[in-house]
């Protein structure tokens, strides 16, 4: 079975320091992996894709298959990026099946 | 550029009411997808359609059914409703062209 876990329910930090947003997962198979954010329960929106290696708002994310993690990093980060992150998992070869989310993590950035 | 649109945006109804939401995806977008989130909850799968035929299904209780029409809109339709079904649900639509998909801004429903 396929599981996705974000181990920080809170996390705050001040304006200008780095943070990262912690993803593990399980799967016994190739997963895809994504991250969305949700403003203010608005709708959630695509963050990233592991397979696209690409670097949105400034976040990345890398997929570390040893340690079946996708953690989420940004060196700076800003006031309007508090919202909540949710790491997400879909199964490769099944290009939209369903996605299996996370808990979520509330990012909160101070002044 | 044309989003996931999702009709009503808030919905209010008493217990054992019914209640139909309705789902237009992106244009050329085939597979339209449902998802339940509660109160503090992450977003939990219901269903999904692909070219007007269910593909997949998760928790979704037998109350509910779902259907995709030839237009490419879903509807979810909820009866005897409960408490408990009161939510946030969002409908995502996606084609074969990327990985990912398009969420709307969900339909929140209160059931009194």
């Known amino acids: 079975a396929q599981r996705v876990t974000q181990p920080e329910k809170l996390l705050s930090v001040f304006k200008g320091a780095p943070v990262e947003l912690k993803c593990n997962y399980s799967?016994?198979?190739?997963?895809?992996l994504f991250w969305y954010v949700q403003y203010s329960r608005q709708r959630l929106q695509l963050l990233l894709r592991?397979?696209s290696r690409e670097s949105i708002k400034g976040f990345t994310a890398d997929l570390n298959k040893g340690e079946t993690s996708f953690h989420l990093k940004k060196p700076f980060a800003q006031e309007e990026d508090s919202a909540m992150y949710y790491c997400a998992l879909s199964r490769r070869g099944s290009t939209l099946g369903r996605l299996y989310f996370g808990r979520g993590t509330q990012l909160t950035v101070w002044p | 550029a044309a989003g996931v649109i999702q009709s009503p945006r808030h919905l209010i109804k008493e217990k054992r009411e019914t209640a139909t939401l309705k789902c237009y995806p992106i244009?050329?977008?085939?597979?339209v997808y449902w998802y339940q989130q509660g109160p503090g909850q992450d977003p939990q799968f219901l269903i999904s359609?692909?070219?007007?035929?269910?593909?997949d299904k998760g928790s979704i209780p037998d109350r509910f059914s779902a259907q995709q029409f030839s237009d490419y809109h879903s509807e979810l339709n909820m009866s005897s409703l409960e408490l408990g079904d009161s939510a946030l649900y969002f409908c995502a639509s996606g084609n074969g062209e990327h990985y990912g998909y398009t969420f709307g801004s969900g339909t929140r429903l209160t059931v009194v």
């Open positions: 799967y016994s198979g190739s997963p895809e």
């Open positions: 359609f692909y070219e007007k035929m269910q593909s």
């Open positions: 244009p050329r977008h085939d597979t």
């Open positions: 592991h397979i």
